[in-house]
C-alpha cells in the first residue's frame, strides 16, 4: 500500500500520460487497504487473514465522451497500457452533455481539516484474537445461550487519493478496527440468533469485548421461543440499529441521479415537508473520528456539514456534478466513487437529531405495538416508496417490551412513514448513521 505523496504521484503522471494520449481531460483515484481480521468459534481460533491491496481507477473524456478502467497493477507499463485503452474506449462511446469534471472553481482549495482518521495502530494478532475470545466468552457466558457463531476482532488501514487534470491532487488515511460476536440461545423450534458488534477510527474507542458479547448473548437469550402475530394495524417502534435503515431508503430517493431520472418517490418533494417539524437529520462529513469522515468528495469538492432536512424541510438534493449540470444546480460536495466507473451521490456521516420525549415515554403511550429489533429483506420500491420488510422483535403490551415475535412483515408507505415519524431522545453515535429510537404510528404488520 502506498503513502498518500506516492499513490498521488502515480495519480498525475497517470493524468500526463492520458493528456498525452489524446484525452481533453481526466481524473483518477487510487484506494489501498490493508487488514488483518481473526475469528474463534467455541474458544477455539477458527481462522486468521491477512489482505492487502491496492487499485488505481482512470477515468477520462475527449469531449463530452467519456470511459472509465482501473487497474491492480501499478507498474509504469501497465498503467501505460490502462491509459491507452481508456482513451480509445472514450473515442468510441457515446456522447453526453452532462458527462464532465466538477467545476474548477469549485475544487478544494486552503488546508483539509484535521479529521484524525489514523490513530497510527496496528495491533498484533493475539491482541485481535484476544478481543475475539473475550466476546465470545461473555457472550456464551450468558444464561441460555447453546451455542456459538463465533466472534471476531480486526484491524485496517486505508488510503485514499484523488487527482483531477483541473489541477486538483489530495488523499488521506485511516485506520478502522472492530470487535464481534454471534450466538445462538435455546434449542429446537424455540433456537434464535442474535449479535453485537462495535467499529472504530481508533483503536482505543472501541468498546470493551465483553460489553459487546455480553450484549450479544442477551439480546439472544431475548428472542427465545418466540410467537407470532395477526394480521393488524399498530404502532411500530425502531430500535436505533435497525431504524438507520430509514435514513438510508430517504437518501437514496433524494441523490441527484435519482431525481435526474425520475425514479424517486421524493422526486415533487424540494423544500417541502417530508418529516414532522419534530425532525431534523444532518450529514456531517468533518465529524473526528467519524467511520465517514472526509475532507473532500469523490470529485474533489470540499465536504461540509449539513441538515439535508431542517425542522421537518428537505433542503435539497444529494448532488455529483453530472446529475447537477443535468439537474441545473450546482454540485453538493456529495460524490461518492470506488474505482470502476463514475462517480455517484451519497452522505457521509449521517444522523438524525434526538427528539423531545425519553424512549420510555415514546414507548409507555402504546398499549399495543411492536418493538423491531431486526429487519429481513430488501422489499423497498424507491419509484413508489411501498415498504414491505420482513422484521422480528417484540409485542409492546401496556408501554413495556412483551415477549419476542418472529416471522412477520411490516409495511406502510414511506411517505407516510416519514409523516409519522417521531424520534426518542437516545441518540448515540456508534456508526457511520445514526438514530434514536423511532416510533411510527399507523404501520401495517401481517402475521400467521
Known sequence: MLTVDAALSRLIDALAAAKGAGAD???????????????????????????????????????????SVSTSDLSPAAITAVVGRAVAMAREAPADDFAGLAPADRLMIGASPNLDLDDGGDPAGDTLKALAIAAEDAARAVPGITNSEGGGASAGRAVTALATSGGFARGYRGTSYGVSASVIAGTGQAMQRD???????HFADLDAADAIGREAGERAAARVDPAKLGTQALPIVFDPRVGGSLLGHFVGAIT???????TSFLRDAFDTEVFGSGVTIR????????????????????????AIIDAGRLTGWLMDSASARQLGLAPTGHAVRGVS????????????????????????????????TELIGMGVNGLTGDYSRGASGFL??????????????????????????TPADDLVFRHATNVPTIRIDGMTLAGA
Request: proline fraction near 5%; aromatic fraction near 6%.
Open 256 to 262: 441527484g441521479g435519482a431525481i435526474a431520472r425520475g
Open 25 to 67: 481531460a481526466a481524473d483518477a483515484v487510487y484506494v489501498g487497504d490493508a487488514s488483518t481480521s481473526v475469528s474463534v468459534r467455541l474458544g477455539v481460533l477458527e481462522d486468521i487473514g491477512r489482505s492487502e491491496g491496492e487499485e488505481i481507477g482512470l477515468r477520462v473524456f475527449v469531449g463530452t465522451r467519456s470511459a
Open 283 to 306: 450529514d456531517e462529513p468533518h465529524r473526528h473520528r467519524g467511520l465517514r469522515s472526509r475532507p473532500f468528495d469523490g470529485e474533489g469538492l470540499p465536504t461540509a456539514a449539513r
Open 341 to 372: 466507473g463514475p462517480p455517484g451521490a451519497g452522505p457521509s456521516n449521517l444522523h438524525m437529531l434526538a427528539g423531545a420525549a425519553t424512549r420510555a415515554a415514546l414507548i409507555g403511550g402504546i398499549a399495543h405495538g411492536f418493538y423491531v
Open 195 to 201: 449479535y453485537a458488534y462495535h467499529t472504530a477510527r
Open 396 to 421: 409492546i403490551v401496556d408501554g413495556e417490551l412483551a415477549g419476542p415475535i418472529a416471522e412477520v412483515t411490516i409495511a406502510g408507505n414511506l411517505k407516510d412513514m416519514f409523516r409519522h415519524l
